[in-house]
């Protein structure tokens, strides 16, 4: 069993900065892939970027140059820095763990006023 808990989120104007935190506890050594999805009100969850044990990472177009992700494996914490938002960046945002099945985060709402 994995746990993972987000936080971070906020209200923050457009062209600001927020770093989220998502901390994974339990069978952590189990973790493949941590990622960070998305969702805004009426649409679906999105993909928005992913980081590998071995620490390669991917994101979603509409994010890439503003956002990044990264791990600390001694604080079993994955990081989304999130700069430059937008108001399209409105969303709960979840932290997912990847091991033979996968887990999710409750979620933290980021709102990106214009």
């Known amino acids: 069993q994995v746990q993972l808990v987000e936080s971070g989120g906020g209200l923050v104007q457009a062209g600001g900065s927020l770093r989220l935190s998502c901390v994974a506890s339990?069978?952590?050594?189990?973790?493949?892939?941590m990622e960070w999805y998305r969702q805004a009100p009426g649409k679906q969850r999105e993909l928005v970027a992913g980081?590998?044990?071995?620490?390669?990472?991917k994101y979603a177009e509409s994010v890439k140059g503003r956002f990044t992700v990264s791990r600390d494996n001694a604080e079993n914490t994955v990081y989304l820095q999130m700069n430059k938002l937008k108001p399209e960046d409105t969303a709960v945002y979840y932290c997912?763990?990847?091991?033979?099945?996968?887990?999710w985060g409750k979620g933290t709402l980021v709102t990106v006023s214009s």
């Open positions: 339990g069978s952590i050594l189990s973790i493949n892939v």
């Open positions: 980081i590998t044990s071995g620490g390669s990472t």
């Open positions: 997912r763990a990847l091991t033979w099945r996968d887990y």
